[in-house]
């Protein structure tokens, strides 16, 4: 079955540059969330999409934006990178059926970020 | 405050031995729970959620949960592990807060099998 695709999978940046990670979510998912992991920590929720407005946000910094498409995948920008951005960032993807907090989110394999 | 608790930073059992993973919660209304896995530099794989409904959920692998509402708790159980359990486990509640229906996990429950 076809999963979440993440890219890239390793990103290597030097403090104040910008990346952009890209989620591809799995076919017919309308939904898609980020999550950010730092070293030994459970993930933290940054911000979610469905049908392409933004739908719910968390402790995403301001110098993050994301956006999702009309082909629904969504990407994370990222600006003035600090070494505290240092991380995995997940992305996850659900179909937003039914009442909302009960879709099921599937996470895609992440994007090692590292920034020197 | 953490919505979700894993009391166990790390569980060690001896392959065949059956396996439970600690989780309780603190929401109100209804909680939505999951649980996930993590191996070694990978994402995390759904294992089962509890929405409504029977209180023991099977999900997948093996694995299963019981909804306890008077312990406001959610175990992860399996009845016999196996070596290639060994992975990080995370136990999640959907909730509604600021930040609008969140996924919150609690901090992960390191599980290592021994042959």
């Known amino acids: 079955a076809a999963g979440v695709i993440q890219s890239p999978r390793h990103l290597i940046k030097e403090k104040r540059e910008t990346a952009t990670l890209k989620c591809y979510p799995i076919?017919?998912?309308?939904?898609v969330y980020w999550y950010q992991q730092g070293p030994g920590q459970d993930p933290q929720f940054l911000i979610s999409?469905?049908?392409?407005?933004?739908?719910d946000k968390g402790s995403i910094p301001d110098r993050f934006s994301a956006q999702q498409f009309s082909d629904y995948h969504s990407e994370l920008n990222m600006s003035s990178l600090e070494l505290g951005d240092s991380a995995l960032y997940f992305c996850?993807?659900?179909?937003?059926?039914?009442?909302?907090?009960?879709?099921?989110?599937?996470f895609g394999p992440g994007t090692r970020l590292t920034v020197l | 405050a953490q919505s979700v608790a894993q009391p166990e930073d790390q569980v060690n059992v001896a392959e065949g031995n059956p396996l439970t993973v600690k989780c309780t919660y603190s929401?109100?209304?209804?909680?939505?729970l999951f649980w996930y896995v993590q191996y070694p530099n990978r994402g995390l794989q759904f294992l089962l959620k509890?929405?409504?409904?029977?209180?023991l959920v099977k999900g997948s692998y093996g694995f299963e949960a019981e909804f306890n509402k008077s312990q406001t708790s959610f175990h992860l159980k399996k009845p016999s592990a196996l070596v290639s359990d060994s992975a990080l486990y995370f136990c999640?509640?959907?909730?509604?807060?600021?930040?609008?229906?969140?996924?919150?996990f609690g901090k992960g429950t390191s599980l290592l099998v021994t042959p």
């Open positions: 509890y929405i409504t409904g029977d209180n």
């Open positions: 076919p017919r998912h309308d939904t």
């Open positions: 929401v109100s209304g209804n909680p939505y």
């Open positions: 996850a993807s659900s179909l937003g059926l039914g009442d909302r907090g009960t879709d099921t989110q599937y």
């Open positions: 999409f469905y049908e392409k407005m933004q739908s």
């Open positions: 999640a509640v959907r909730e509604w807060s600021n930040s609008g229906y969140a996924l919150n």
